[in-house]
């Protein structure tokens, strides 16, 4: 049996108290190599944007407190729910070898953590590099469960410093702020609760992508700067996906509007006032992050928690050095501003040698549906505190002038080199697609990946548990399998999808634009090889697909299967999660992991070390 919450007792108690959230170091307890981070989940008001709502509390606060461990430590991750529904944690980016109960996927790896219950989830850190951490039930990453992962280099781990500044002094203070990041978590948010997001979807039948504001570490502001200001935003290209129609006061696209809402038939008078327009601004505390020009650098890892938005973050007069993507060293790229898909990390190192001021940060949804804004500081210590504007982007998230250097993802090249094999041994294509109602999107074959689904027996322990649905794939272990993405326009005008696979990152190693008519890459490489690269490609975990605006597009990933377990493949925009873009893979079928005693059904992850 599961054991209750209450019967820890005085562990528990200590482990969870207050005092303890708030004391420094963070939450962590060393016990032999290894970490103890517990977690309190609660139901509370709270007021990120200035506007009071309820949202999940983490020891109290939010976003969560950080989790920061060293590389090769063992991690017991400890969820006290106190919520009323239940959840589970899922830890994005961290691969899970050898653990893949503790991946966080009701319905796949665990059953949900009910009310009252605690759950121990035990994993390595063997990856160095930026995470995070949050809820994988239901949509409730819309209601604020999350927070930063880092975990640090092993000594001797090899680093793209020099890449940046060859000088010794420049070399010693790039180390230090490599040693010690500012960690940023950039978010959207809605005055609406996740489940009122959902069942608007249903009852109403749209796609609920409409929020109100955007957050850095957990502060922002509602902005209202009207629908004249709004509407002078749209470059030309983009009006007439507009059909004539202005956007919402929030910023939205109209809900008439049939390239983002579909020709379905709706029900709008199920759509709650505020959640497309009534724009109440706020002018609540943003944040400042304090940087000291005597350290010459500061390393600013940014985390996308975003459920909606794809988010451009700039900082005014600051170009910025990207050295790290989704937890692992890139060649260094020198850049003034980068959108962020949603769960992906950004490590960027800025160099401190302007007046000492302030300088904004501004962050701003760069996509079709809403435009949305907010900004932060990033204050010189000592400084005037003066803040004089020079922004790269606009409210948008557009480029201000020709000169400002935009991030272009293709372009990422893994440091130190890192190679995909030459061949794969399967293939999947999977077909993205807008299908059926406003809000459901599929990944395979128009198949809707349910959230019913995350209430079924675990396919860790029954494998078979979605046989009949179409939405499963099975791979061998030890293989290299190829995923071959294709966005079609046959449902209407596609945004980009982050698709995220659980477990494993992978080499994006292809783009193009049209139909991909080819059996797969082997033959793909003999008609158009300039659309590939296998020498040395983005090795991430969110793969980001290209618009499909006129015509449909593809992408091909190449990945190891090496961890047998049933791990999750989605899209990491909420709605369109939550509307069904998902699929179970069955990696290393042939080798289904053994799952120990304390994570059977009904198990809670066994005892807490030391205890």
């Known amino acids: 049996m599961r054991t209750s919450f209450f019967s820890f007792g005085l562990l528990a108690?200590?482990?969870?108290?207050?005092?303890?959230a708030d004391s420094k170091p963070s939450l962590t307890k060393d016990c032999s190599e290894t970490v103890i981070f517990p977690i309190t989940l609660t139901w509370a008001k709270g007021t990120p944007d200035g506007f009071e709502r309820d949202l999940i509390h983490v020891n109290g606060q939010f976003p969560g407190k950080a989790l920061d461990v060293k590389q090769g430590v063992n991690v017991e991750f400890v969820v006290h729910n106190q919520l009323p529904f239940a959840t589970t944690i899922h830890f994005h980016g961290i691969e899970q070898f050898h653990t893949p109960w503790s991946d966080g996927v009701p319905g796949l790896t665990q059953s949900g953590i009910l009310p009252g219950e605690t759950f121990v989830y035990k994993w390595k850190a063997e990856q160095y590099g930026t995470y995070w951490y949050h809820s994988?039930?239901?949509?409730?990453?819309?209601?604020?469960?999350f927070g930063a992962?880092?975990?640090?280099?092993?000594?001797?781990?090899?680093?793209?410093?020099?890449?940046?500044?060859?000088?010794?002094q420049s070399l010693y203070q790039l180390q230090k702020a490599i040693e010690n990041p500012e960690l940023v978590l950039l978010s959207d948010w809605s005055h609406f609760t996740s489940e009122q997001l959902y069942n608007t979807s249903i009852e109403a039948k749209v796609d609920p992508i409409c929020g109100d504001s955007l957050l850095v570490n957990g502060k922002g502001s509602v902005n209202c700067p009207g629908v004249p200001f709004l509407m002078s935003l749209n470059p030309p290209q983009a009006l007439p996906l507009l059909q004539g129609q202005n956007l919402t006061d929030k910023g939205c696209v109209a809900l008439s509007n049939t390239i983002s809402q579909t020709t379905r038939p709706k029900n709008l008078d199920r759509v709650p006032p505020g959640m497309w327009e009534g724009c109440n601004a706020t002018t609540s505390e943003l944040t400042v992050i304090e940087a000291d020009p005597q350290k010459g650098w500061i390393s600013l890892n940014f985390i996308s928690t975003a459920s909606m938005q794809a988010l451009a973050v700039s900082i005014d007069d600051h170009p910025m050095w990207l050295y790290e993507i989704d937890g692992r060293y890139v060649e260094p790229q020198l850049v003034d501003a980068m959108t962020l898909s949603h769960g992906a990390r950004h490590a960027v190192m800025v160099q401190l040698d302007k007046p000492a001021r302030d300088y904004t940060i501004h962050l701003a949804s760069s996509g079709f549906n809403q435009k949305v804004y907010t900004s932060a500081a990033l204050s010189y210590k000592g400084g005037s505190g003066e803040n004089i504007p020079n922004a790269s982007?606009?409210?948008?998230?557009?480029n201000t002038t020709a000169n400002v250097r935009i991030f272009d993802e293709r372009t990422i090249v893994p440091f130190p080199p890192i190679h995909p094999a030459q061949t794969s041994d399967q293939t999947f294509k999977l077909v993205l697609n807008h299908t059926g109602e406003a809000y459901s999107w599929s990944l395979k074959d128009e198949k809707l990946y349910l959230p019913s689904y995350e209430d079924i027996a675990?396919?860790?322990?029954?494998?078979?548990?979605?046989?009949?649905?179409?939405?499963?794939?099975?791979?061998?272990?030890?293989?290299?399998?190829?995923?071959?993405?294709?966005?079609?326009?046959?449902?209407?005008?596609?945004?980009?999808?982050?698709?995220?696979?659980?477990?494993?990152?992978?080499f994006v190693i292809g783009y193009g634009s049209g139909e991909f008519n080819y059996t797969d890459v082997a033959e793909a490489l003999q008609f158009i090889p300039q659309n590939f690269n296998l020498d040395n490609p983005?090795?991430?975990d969110t793969f980001t697909t290209l618009t499909a605006l006129t015509?449909?597009?593809?992408?091909v990933v190449r990945y190891k299967s090496e961890n047998p377990g049933p791990f999750l493949?989605?899209?990491?925009?909420?709605?369109?999660?939550?509307?069904?873009?998902g699929v179970a893979i069955l990696d290393g079928y042939g080798d289904w992991p053994v799952v120990p005693p304390e994570y059977q059904p009904g198990a809670n992850g066994g005892s807490i070390s030391g205890y």
């Open 13 to 20: 108690t200590s482990l969870a108290s207050p005092t303890l």
């Open 136 to 145: 994988h039930y239901k949509g409730q990453l819309e209601d604020g469960l």
């Open 149 to 168: 992962i880092r975990i640090k280099p092993a000594e001797g781990t090899p680093n793209p410093l020099d890449k940046i500044s060859n000088t010794t």
């Open 393 to 398: 982007i606009n409210y948008a998230g557009l």
């Open 458 to 506: 675990p396919l860790i322990y029954n494998s078979s548990g979605l046989d009949g649905t179409g939405l499963t794939m099975t791979t061998k272990n030890n293989s290299w399998v190829d995923l071959i993405f294709v966005a079609t326009i046959s449902g209407g005008i596609q945004p980009s999808h982050p698709i995220h696979k659980h477990s494993n990152k992978g």
């Open 538 to 540: 983005p090795y991430r």
């Open 551 to 555: 015509e449909s597009t593809w992408m």
């Open 569 to 581: 493949m989605h899209c990491h925009i909420s709605p369109h999660m939550t509307g069904g873009m």
